[in-house]
C-alpha cells in the first residue's frame, strides 16, 4: 500500500535550486527529502508545521505562509536534501572503494572534490536555517505558534556556526581531547584519512 505525504515543496524544486542533477531520481533522493521535512518541523515546532503545511495542502496559504515557504522553508530543505545526499548522488559504491560514473566508465573521486561540495552544501544549510529561524524569532506576532512547544519535542533554536565543541570522555581524560568532539571524514564519505 503506497503512502502518500504532503510536503512544503517538491523534489523538482530540489533539483531548480540545488546543483543536483535534473535527471536525478526521486527515489534516489526522497529518504534524504523526508529527513529535511522532519528537521523542518523541528525549527518550526510541531503546531507551526501542521498549520502551515495543512494551509498548503488546502490551498489556503496566507501571505506571511507564502513567504516563509517560498523564501525561507524552500531553500532550507532544498539545501538539506542535497548535502545529505551528496555521497550517493556524486559516487556509486562497490567492492573497489567509491568511484564517480558516468556510463560504464569509472573514475576514483577526488577527496577535496568532494570535501568542497561537502562544504559549501553545508554552509547553505548553516545559512538557511539561520536565516529561518531570525525569520521566525522576528514575527512570532505573525506567528505566534513558533512559540508553542508540545511535549517532548525537539526544536532547534539557533544555528551552531564553526569551531569545534570538544566532548570530554571521563574514561579516557583528556589524553584523547585533540580528536574529540570532530567528525572524521571516513564516518560522512568512507575516505579513511583521519578527521577535519
Given amino acids: ?3 502518500c505525504k504532503d510536503y512544503f515543496i517538491s523534489t523538482d524544486e530540489v533539483r531548480r535550486i540545488t546543483p543536483m542533477s535534473k535527471g536525478t531520481e526521486d ?9 529535511a521535512h522532519v528537521v523542518v518541523e523541528q525549527v518550526l515546532g510541531r503546531t507551526l508545521y501542521d498549520i502551515v503545511l495543512a494551509a498548503k495542502v488546502a490551498e489556503t496559504l496566507t501571505a506571511d505562509q507564502t513567504t516563509l515557504i517560498n523564501e525561507f522553508i524552500c531553500p532550507y ?3 538539506h536534501t542535497y548535502q545529505d545526499a551528496l ?14 560514473s558516468s556510463d560504464d566508465s569509472h573514475s576514483a573521486v ?4 568532494v570535501r568542497k561540495l561537502d562544504q559549501n552544501a553545508d554552509n547553505k544549510v548553516k545559512e538557511f536555517q539561520e536565516r529561518l529561524i531570525d525569520h521566525l524569532k522576528c514575527n512570532t506576532d505573525i506567528f505566534p505558534e513558533y512559540s508553542i512547544c508540545v511535549d517532548n519535542e525537539d526544536r532547534l533554536t539557533r544555528t551552531i556556526r564553526g569551531g569545534i ?8 581524560g583528556n589524553a584523547n581531547a585533540q580528536n574529540e ?4 571524514f571516513n564516518d560522512k564519505f568512507g575516505f579513511n584519512n583521519g578527521y577535519y
Avoid: C
Wanted: hydrophobic fraction near 40%.
Fill in 181 to 184: 568532539g570532530r567528525r572524521s
Fill in 110 to 113: 577526488s577527496e577535496d572534490f
Fill in 87 to 100: 555521497p550517493s548522488l556524486y559516487m556509486v559504491f562497490s567492492k573497489n572503494g567509491m568511484h564517480t
Fill in 27 to 35: 527515489a534516489k533522493i526522497l529518504p534524504f527529502f523526508d529527513f
Fill in 1 to 3: 500500500m503506497a503512502v
Fill in 77 to 79: 530543505i532544498s539545501w
Fill in 165 to 172: 565543541v570538544p566532548r570530554l570522555n571521563k574514561q579516557r
